[in-house]
Structures are given as C-alpha cells and as structure tokens.
C-alpha cells in the first residue's frame, strides 16, 4: 500500500494567479498520476508523471496551465496556473504501486477560484 | 480508451447484498477490470480486480462473464458505510499507456438502514 498527502488541502485564490499542489508518497514509487474532479462530477485524469522524464498529458489538458515537477520517486507537483473560476475542482495525486499496480489517492486539494 | 456503462445510481437495504452490474462490450483480451470506490469528501479507494475469473477479497466478490463483456461486483452484506460511488474501470496492462485508470461515471450507491 502507499500512504499519500497532499498539500494544501484546500485554497481559495483569486483569478490570474498560480497554485501549486504538493504530492508526497511514503515509499519510492514509479508512477505518479494528477486527477481533477470537477463539482459533482468524475475524475477526469490530467497527467502522469515519471521520475526523470516529462510529464505526459492527456487530451485536452496542456503543460502551460498545468505544469508538473517530479524531481524524485516520493515527491511531485501539479501547477494550476493563471487561474480563472472554471478551474474550481477537486486536484488528486495518486500513485502505482505493486506488481498488480494497483492505485492510492491522496485525500485531494479542494481549490475555490474568485 | 475502452468504455464501461453503469447505472447512474441504486440503492440497498443495510445488510442485504448489493450487485453492481458494469458493461464494457469492447474490452480488449488485455484490460484488468477494476473496481474502485470514492467515499465522500474521500479519494478513490481500491475494491477489487480481475481479468478473466471470478475473485474474492475482504471487501467484495467480483463475477466476470465468459465473453468478459460484463462484470458485477458483489458487496455481500452492505453497511451504511458502503455507501458511495463505485466505479468499474478497464485499465491497460502496465506496459501498454502506464495502467493509467480512466473514470467513467460510476453509480451512485445509497444504502437504507
């Protein structure tokens, strides 16, 4: 299993500004996933992040807006940058683990764009 | 990315068994079926996977048909704290796209007490 926290857990920002979201897993995993949950709806996934390579990003999400960092094989960011109001959604980290790679969540970032 | 269907929502008496039924008629002979729950307020948690068989854990029981285009889970005895959104994924084996999980909707399972 995997333990994950998020940081911060939840933020209001306003309009044009950056946040970036903290991923840190207690063991040293491959693969590391980015989620948005947007109100009353699924997780719609963002990207995956390896260590050492570039993040790859789904259909429809682009690095520009929503930059991510994985420096190490515990660790890894999600930047949601020049934000406006549709970007109020729930953020999830989520990592693989074992050799049934089944996925952990962390708790989730909840973010609220004024 | 293969796609599932599942009801939009059901419900449960407390203690009474609960079938979620998924369809996925275009699963290719590689994808895992998985099952994951989100509790509320809550990430995603694990419940159970399978490929071809029928599988038991702690948690639930999952039946797979033959032709595989169709699985239900199986929570034997539901609890008020089973009550959550359920989602039936296909997912591609780990060489193929990084066993990424695509969500679909899922159903939205109440339970009466």
């Known amino acids: 299993s995997a333990v994950i926290s998020q940081k911060p857990s939840r933020d209001i920002c306003q309009r044009g500004t950056s946040l970036t979201i903290q991923c840190q897993v207690d063991s040293q995993v491959t693969m590391m996933f980015w989620y948005r949950q947007q109100p009353g709806q699924s997780l719609t996934l963002i990207a995956t992040?390896?260590?050492?390579?570039?993040?790859?990003?789904e259909s429809g999400f682009v690095i520009d807006k929503f930059p991510i960092s994985r420096p190490n094989l515990t660790f890894s960011t999600l930047t949601v940058s020049n934000m406006s109001p549709e970007d109020s959604s729930i953020y999830l980290c989520?990592?693989?683990?074992?050799?049934?790679?089944?996925?952990?969540f962390g708790a989730g970032t909840r973010l609220s764009v004024l | 990315d293969a796609k599932t269907t599942q009801p939009n929502s059901m419900e449960s008496n407390e203690e009474e068994p609960v079938h979620l039924p998924c369809n996925h008629s275009?699963?290719?002979?590689?994808?895992?079926i998985h099952w994951y729950r989100q509790l509320p307020s809550q990430g995603p948690e694990y419940v159970i996977h399978g490929l071809t068989s029928n599988v038991n854990n702690r948690m639930a029981s999952l039946a797979i048909a033959e032709d595989r285009k169709s699985s239900t889970l199986i929570l034997h005895r539901a609890t008020l704290r089973d009550a959550a959104v359920y989602y039936c994924i296909l997912r591609a084996p780990f060489y193929n796209q990084g066993g990424k999980l695509i969500f679909g909707q899922g159903t939205e399972l109440s339970v009466k007490p």
């Open positions: 275009t699963i290719s002979g590689t994808d895992y």
């Open positions: 992040a390896n260590q050492g390579s570039e993040a790859t990003y």
């Open positions: 989520s990592v693989s683990v074992g050799a049934k790679n089944i996925q952990y």
